[in-house]
């Protein structure tokens, strides 16, 4: 059985989208800027490396798609969290990252139905350039939270 390399980002954004599409921050965090090559191959494992980037344009993308449809259905989304993998099978060739998944735990204002809000995550998959672009199989789980008070 061939090793698989598994790489794992956090990416967090805190905010509101209760004001609409034009009022939101598109301001998030996900790692550093330091890079090297996946410790694997001989990288610093403190740093990030381009496998890990990738998980992480796919994320970011994902949060930023998913944003701007929340806010144009008025829902007013209070942060998004997502812990996302991406697995790379040193068997398959050419080597790629074959399988992305995005786990963002999204936490809304108000009293949306869950099957609403899963539609728009589709929505937002479906509109996602980085996703759009990969031959990689992207699949978001979500998980939804209502905000405290």
Same mark, same amino acid.
């Given at each position: 059985?061939?090793?698989?390399?598994?790489?794992?980002?956090?990416?967090?954004?805190?905010?509101?989208?209760?004001?609409?599409? !034009?009022?939101?921050?598109?301001?998030?965090?996900?790692?550093?800027?330091?890079?090297?090559? !996946?410790?694997?191959?001989?990288?610093?494992?403190?740093?990030?490396?381009?496998?890990?980037?990738?998980?992480?344009?796919?994320?970011?993308?994902?949060?930023?798609?998913?944003?701007?449809?929340?806010?144009?259905?008025?829902?007013?989304?209070?942060?998004?969290?997502?812990?996302?993998?991406?697995?790379?099978?040193?068997?398959?060739?050419?080597?790629?990252?074959?399988?992305?998944?995005?786990?963002?735990?999204?936490?809304?204002?108000?009293?949306?139905?869950?099957?609403?809000?899963?539609?728009?995550?589709?929505?937002?998959?479906?509109?996602?350039?980085?996703?759009?672009?990969?031959?990689?199989?992207?699949?978001?789980?979500?998980?939804?939270?209502?905000?405290?008070?």
């Amino acid at each position: 059985m061939a090793h698989v390399h598994r790489y794992a980002t956090t990416l967090d954004w805190a905010g509101t989208t209760g004001e609409g599409y !034009d009022a939101y921050s598109r301001d998030h965090r996900a790692g550093g800027v330091d890079l090297s090559a !996946d410790p694997y191959f001989r990288g610093s494992p403190e740093r990030l490396n381009p496998e890990g980037l990738l998980v992480m344009a796919a994320s970011s993308c994902q949060l930023l798609s998913f944003l701007a449809v929340a806010a144009r259905a008025r829902i007013d989304v209070r942060s998004y969290r997502d812990d996302a993998t991406g697995e790379m099978p040193e068997g398959e060739r050419p080597m790629r990252i074959t399988r992305i998944v995005l786990r963002p735990r999204i936490e809304v204002a108000s009293d949306v139905a869950e099957e609403r809000l899963r539609r728009y995550v589709a929505l937002a998959h479906d509109e996602c350039f980085i996703a759009n672009s990969l031959t990689t199989e992207v699949v978001v789980e979500p998980a939804f939270v209502r905000a405290e008070g």
